[in-house]
């Protein structure tokens, strides 16, 4: 399993970042994909996944209504788009995927994740 992340940068705050992940490897529509992140000095920690079908999503509480996590098949990338960001959403973002086979509209546990890409840096400015 490989996983590449990017689109990291420096942004104001209120401003838009797309972060992606290009997943290879193995089989991409079997499995949940997932977003996590870490500031300095912090634990890693979880900011959304999604199914297998796409069809269902969950955040952590304080990025919901700002962050959309999406998948495409074709293209085997997930996506986190982030809406109006704050000073403390800087971290590193990395992307995720776990192999426990899930219905495809389940969700696996945040602690289920166990393959990581290299993490891209997102940095928000007062």
Same mark, same amino acid.
């Given at each position: 399993?490989?996983?590449?992340?990017?689109?990291?940068?420096?942004?104001?705050? $209120?401003?838009?970042?797309?972060?992606?992940?290009?997943?290879?490897?193995?089989?991409?529509? %079997?499995?949940?994909? @997932?977003?996590?992140?870490?500031?300095? $000095? &912090?634990?890693?920690?979880?900011?959304?996944?999604?199914?297998?079908?796409?069809?269902?999503?969950?955040?952590?509480?304080?990025? &919901?209504?700002?962050?959309?996590? @999406?998948?495409? @098949?074709?293209?085997?990338? +997930?996506?986190?788009?982030? %809406? %109006?960001?704050?000073?403390?959403?800087?971290?590193?973002?990395?992307?995720?995927?776990?192999?426990?086979?899930?219905?495809?509209? +389940?969700?696996?546990?945040?602690?289920?994740?166990?393959?990581?890409?290299? @993490?891209?840096?997102?940095? +928000?400015?007062?």
């Amino acid at each position: 399993v490989q996983l590449q992340a990017s689109g990291g940068g420096l942004v104001q705050a $209120g401003g838009f970042l797309s972060l992606s992940c290009a997943a290879s490897g193995w089989i991409f529509s %079997n499995y949940p994909m @997932g977003w996590f992140r870490q500031a300095p $000095g &912090k634990e890693r920690e979880f900011v959304a996944a999604i199914s297998r079908d796409g069809a269902s999503t969950d955040y952590v509480d304080s990025v &919901k209504g700002r962050f959309t996590i @999406g998948r495409d @098949g074709a293209k085997r990338t +997930v996506y986190l788009r982030m %809406n %109006n960001l704050k000073p403390e959403d800087t971290a590193v973002y990395y992307c995720a995927t776990t192999d426990v086979r899930k219905l495809p509209y +389940v969700l696996p546990r945040s602690d289920e994740f166990k393959y990581w890409g290299q @993490g891209t840096q997102v940095t +928000v400015s007062s």
